[in-house]
């Protein structure tokens, strides 16, 4: 009897290689989804920068005054209108609020605030305006900067509106530091708030 030889055939095997090409492809292509999603998140929050002017930085106001002065006035075009304007056009923003500082030196007086109800109208009659507190001092310094801004850049963007506020420092009439009226720089400051009333994401365009 002839008896047939069996043959076993193996099995042919991918070459190594080719399996870890895909993987390495695989891996490569979920390491760029991740990059990306991270990058959008940080450009769609990212937050604009606050900017802050100082007695410090020579942004200064006559004690008990809201009249922006010639320094100043030039300083703040020169320095610092270029990044709020570079802001307002990277961060899409609508909203720039103002908010006057004061120190805790006493500004007692009468004030006639309460008669300006439009920030237009007050804006354009400031040597008629008194100043009764702080709290008057620090939002009369805020429409005077306001103002400067609106001025500046108020109709290059249609879009664009400005809010003031105050945040003066309350005053304890027992303490060394208001009886010598002593004074702080860094107290004594307009901050520049640049925001969005839309809370939709968007991505940063600078």
Request: charge should be positive.
């Amino acid at each position: 009897l002839i008896m047939a030889r069996r043959t076993s055939r193996k099995p042919k095997l991918e070459a190594p290689w080719l399996a870890y090409t895909d993987l390495l492809s695989s891996t490569l292509l979920i390491l760029s989804v991740v990059v990306v999603a991270s990058v959008l998140a940080r450009l769609t929050n990212e937050k604009p920068p606050i900017i802050r002017l100082s007695d410090a930085k020579d942004y200064r106001f006559a004690r008990g005054s809201f009249e922006v002065s010639k320094d100043f006035r030039e300083r703040l075009i020169s320095q610092e209108l270029p990044k709020i304007d570079k802001a307002v056009r990277c961060y899409a923003i609508d909203t720039i609020e103002i908010i006057g500082h004061t120190d805790k030196s006493p500004n007692p007086g009468i004030s006639n605030i309460d008669k300006y109800s439009d920030p237009t109208k007050m804006s354009k009659d400031f040597k008629r305006i008194y100043a009764g507190s702080n709290a008057d001092l620090g939002l009369l310094r805020a429409f005077a900067v306001q103002s400067l801004l609106e001025e500046q850049i108020g109709n290059k963007y249609i879009d664009l509106e400005f809010k003031s506020y105050s945040a003066s420092s309350l005053i304890n009439p027992e303490t060394s530091d208001n009886k010598e009226g002593g004074s702080d720089k860094e107290k004594r400051r307009i901050e520049i708030r640049l925001t969005r009333s839309s809370k939709e994401a968007v991505i940063t365009r600078c």
